[in-house]
């Protein structure tokens, strides 16, 4: 696994943010390391690094963008894709499905989808094949994006201020976190094998 904070002090605040945002509704984006990499960056922002306030910031605002570009290619691209059968992904019920998923779990998919990885690439993808209004997305969509990344940050800056050398745990904290965020998929998974039996 490559290092986050090599990787961070790379590309730098704005290859965070494009990250972010391609992670947050690109279809392409859904296996870049969003959780960590905004942890990795506020712990590094501990140190001085970046001004945490900005960091923040910009990162609420590319997650925030990311997800309209989502909704938006799924509400243009959707209906074209899935006005007839092309294979097992682009079918008419996929649709369906997805008006009935917001139907049954309401708008708050859209806050609880941003702590889930790849869930949170395709969330506003399928917001806008299902026709969720635009008004409820954009409310529900800023909400997600101010609590994500703030919360996520915050953790990793935080925890820079109160154990010193925490660099040096980098790579095991990160997969605690990519093992913390892919559990609820896990649970899920394990749930229906259970249900199916």
């Known amino acids: 696994m490559l290092d986050p904070i090599i990787i961070i002090k790379t590309v730098g605040l704005i290859g965070i943010c494009l990250i972010i945002f391609a992670e947050s509704g690109l279809f ?16 590094i922002a501990s140190s001085g690094f970046f001004d945490i306030n900005l960091l923040i910031f910009l ?25 007839t059968d092309r294979g097992f992904f682009f079918k ?24 889930i990885p790849i869930i ?7 917001a806008g094949i299902g026709n969720m209004k635009y008004r409820t997305f954009i409310k529900y969509n800023i909400i997600g994006g101010i609590v994500w990344v703030t919360s996520v940050v915050s953790m990793g800056y935080f925890l820079g201020k109160l154990i010193p050398n925490t660099d040096k745990y980098i790579l095991p904290i990160v997969i605690g976190i990519i093992a913390l965020s892919f559990l609820p998929i896990a649970s899920k998974y394990i749930l229906h094998l259970f249900k199916n039996k």
């Not at 969003?34 to 942890?39: C, Q, R």
């Not at 990162?59 to 006005?83: E, S």
């Not at 708008?107 to 989808?113: D, F, H, R, S």
Request: glycine share 12%; aromatic share 18%; net charge positive.
């Open 92 to 115: 008419r019920k996929r649709i369906e499905q997805a008006e009935e998923f917001y139907k049954k779990h309401g708008v708050y998919t859209i806050i609880m989808a941003r702590f």
């Open 120 to 126: 949170r690439t395709f969330a506003p993808i399928v």
């Open 28 to 43: 392409f984006g859904f296996f870049l390391p969003g959780d960590s990499l905004l942890f990795s960056a506020g712990l």
């Open 59 to 83: 990162c609420i605002v590319a997650a925030i963008l990311g997800d309209n570009v989502g909704y938006w290619t799924g509400k243009y691209m959707g209906p074209r894709l899935f006005q």
